[in-house]
């Protein structure tokens, strides 16, 4: 009998291969090719030159890696410097820096719940927090999307220490929470909110200072917000901000912080350069948001099924998950980079191409998006089924 352990990944290759649901690596050249609707560079500030220096300067200082879990030998000056500025920032009594946002997500998640607590999560939740309410060993119930009243419900039926937890912008169709009423239904609950703020932080509040800033509820007392260094700052890594004896707690506690190397020096002294950028030029926040408005009216005035974004993420609707694809394709060989989200990525089972507008985008760029978009979009027939 031959030993063949992996056998069964041949059946599981051709099953997804059959559903039009592979995925494959596309290394990307340094210098980019296309025009970009496909990264989370929403300010722009991946290659600006003050971030890179920035970024090279701390490399250069303090080496390639942290060399350890920030418990041991991983935690430098520079990490402190940017957890004080990223908490001064969006508002918050205290920060505490991961090597990922998703990593964020999971500490957050595992360290404020545990056997006994509920958590409650809308069911439009980024996977790293379906991954965080897995691991918490919690009880979870997945609420519908965006709806308060059905936490409040959920809340109602569980005796105990409990939790909501929410994106404050859906990944898929660039929505927003409704983290007033959500707050207050935890207020009522005497229970805690969780806000992945990933794409809200640099696009919404004043200043791009992340929806919980723009809600009024930034340094609440129950409320707490993790992010990413990836997206509007350009560099990478994530945080966990709120009270100084939850980020205590999470020092003590958390093992996706406990247990992991720190995060690099050039990714922390990156995401300073970013927060000096936009602390000096806040008008790329609003920038964004106009860009986002932008693609969305020009896009729906050429006939073309688009979410409103509350955002820098437009959501464009394909008619199946090939049609998505092949658009996708056909707008790269035009020469625009785009996501494409199709099942199971996407909650509703809708596929859609998904746009991520920057603040550095021209009219220009703008204007020859959209005619690419409208030119190669899809037909819907009968056959087509998302």
């Not at 958590?119 to 609420?143: K, M, P, Q, W, Y």
């Not at 569980?158 to 937890?165: E, F, I, K």
């Not at 785009?338 to 703008?366: H, K, M, N, W, Y």
Request: charged content about 20%.
């Amino acid at each position: 009998m031959s030993f063949a352990p992996f056998d069964w990944i041949d059946a599981e290759a051709r099953r997804r291969a059959a559903a039009g649901l592979v995925r494959t690596l596309r290394p990307r050249d340094a210098e980019p090719e296309l025009l970009d609707l496909a990264s989370n560079d929403y300010l722009g500030l991946t290659r600006h030159p003050e971030v890179t220096a920035a970024s090279a300067a701390a490399a250069h200082r303090w080496g390639a890696g942290a060399t350890g879990s920030r418990l041991v030998t991983g935690s430098t000056a520079l990490h402190a410097e940017l957890e004080r500025e990223l908490a001064a920032f969006c508002g918050f009594e205290a920060a505490l820096v991961l090597s990922s946002g998703y990593a964020a997500n999971l500490a957050a998640l595992t360290a404020l719940s545990g056997r006994g607590s509920l958590i409650v999560s809308d069911a439009g939740n980024h996977a790293s927090i379906v991954d965080g309410c897995r691991l918490s060993r919690a009880e979870t119930a997945v609420a519908p999307h965006a709806d308060p009243d059905a936490v409040a419900k959920a809340f109602g039926a569980h005796d105990g220490r409990s939790l909501a937890v929410t994106d404050s912008v859906f990944s898929v169709d660039g929505d927003a929470a409704p983290l007033p009423a959500l707050a207050e239904v935890c207020r009522s609950a005497n229970a805690a909110l969780l806000v992945d703020d990933a794409h809200g932080l640099g696009v919404l509040g004043d200043g791009g200072r992340g929806a919980l800033a723009a809600a009024g509820l930034a340094g609440g007392d129950g409320v707490v917000a993790t992010l990413t260094l990836s997206k509007s700052l350009g560099s990478q890594g994530g945080a966990v901000l709120g009270p100084a004896r939850v980020i205590d707690h999470l020092v003590n506690t958390a093992r996706t912080f406990i247990f992991d190397t720190g995060l690099a020096p050039a990714a922390v002294g990156g995401a300073l350069g970013a927060l000096g950028v936009l602390r000096r030029e806040p008008e790329r926040a609003a920038r964004a948001r106009e860009v986002a408005t932008a693609l969305y009216t020009r896009l729906t005035a050429a006939g073309l099924e688009a979410v409103r974004p509350d955002a820098a993420v437009v959501s464009v609707r394909a008619p199946s998950a090939d049609a998505a694809v092949r658009w996708a394709a056909d707008c790269r060989t035009a020469g625009m980079a785009v996501g494409c989200f199709r099942p199971p990525s996407v909650p509703d089972g809708i596929s859609r191409l998904r746009l991520t507008a920057r603040a550095d985008l021209t009219e220009e760029q703008i204007t020859a998006a959209v005619a690419m978009i409208a030119a190669t979009a899809p037909r819907q027939t009968d056959a087509d089924v998302s």
